[in-house]
């Protein structure tokens, strides 16, 4: 299992951002893909998370109403975007994606085992 993300950048305060997961090498039926990220000196925290299962979608508090995780129209990619509204210079870090496979039943996304963590993206807000 390999995911990538890409699509960062440099963007101003208000502004917005794309980054999208590429993953490959996996063919599990149901899966969930999730976005983190680390800013410098703070630890990994969950950002968003989709399941292949329902189309069920979680964000952190400080995310929701700005992002939106959404998966490619044509299934089979595998793709997953988080479209980024309104960015904040507190959401600046490297965001990465990875997945889980398999069926979870709680809805807490980021508790899950994630796999194909690869090299992240970096997002920096900044006037």
């Known amino acids: 299992v390999q995911l990538q993300a890409s699509g960062g950048g440099l963007v101003q305060p208000g502004g917005s951002l794309r980054p999208s997961c590429a993953a490959s090498?996996?063919?599990?039926?149901?899966?969930?893909i999730g976005w983190f990220r680390q800013a410098p000196g703070k630890e990994r925290e969950g950002v968003a998370c989709?399941?292949?299962?329902?189309?069920?979608?979680?964000?952190r508090d400080s995310v929701k109403g700005r992002f939106t995780i959404s998966r490619s129209r044509d299934s089979a990619k595998k793709t997953v975007y988080l479209q980024m509204d309104r960015l904040k210079p507190e959401d600046t870090a490297v965001y990465f994606c990875?997945?889980?496979?398999?069926?979870?039943?709680?809805?807490?996304?980021?508790?899950?085992?994630?796999?194909?963590w690869g090299q992240g993206t970096l997002v920096t807000v900044s006037s």
């Open positions: 090498e996996f063919s599990a039926g149901y899966y969930t």
């Open positions: 990875a997945a889980a496979l398999g069926y979870y039943s709680t809805s807490d996304c980021f508790s899950y085992e994630y796999v194909g």
């Open positions: 989709f399941s292949s299962s329902d189309g069920y979608t979680y964000y």
